[in-house]
């Protein structure tokens, strides 16, 4: 069973950084994505931004510029650093896997969500 922690989350300014990470767990992912979404309160889930096993990254355009997905094969670890934020980057982030190609919303797994709260 998947099992996806998000770490990282937390109250910041307009203007600065903050980096949230997420540890996969309970089998090989070598055939996975792995990305991050958010949702804001009122809002749909959002894509963020997703990275291949290759490296290969993609990005949504608020994140363009601003946010930088990696990933760490060896440790099974996905992360996002956030620069730049502003106040409406302010939403529960979620780290997910999907196999590459597929769905996200058929077959992703999904971590439990952390809050990034971005003042004004």
């Known amino acids: 069973q998947v099992q996806l922690v998000e770490s990282g989350g937390g109250l910041v300014q307009a203007g600065g950084s903050l980096r949230v990470s997420c540890a996969a767990s309970?089998?090989?992912?070598?055939?996975?994505?792995m990305g991050w979404f958010r949702q804001a309160p009122g809002k749909e889930r959002e894509f963020v931004a997703s990275i291949r096993w290759s490296g290969s990254t993609y990005y949504a355009n608020f994140a363009k510029g601003r946010f930088t997905v990696s990933r760490d094969n060896a440790k099974n670890t996905v992360s996002l650093q956030m620069n730049s934020l502003k106040p409406e980057d302010t939403a529960v982030y979620y780290c997910a896997v999907a196999p590459e190609g597929s769905s996200w919303s058929r077959f992703g797994s999904w971590g439990q969500g952390t809050q990034v709260t971005v003042s004004s």
């Open positions: 309970g089998r090989a992912f070598n055939n996975d994505a």
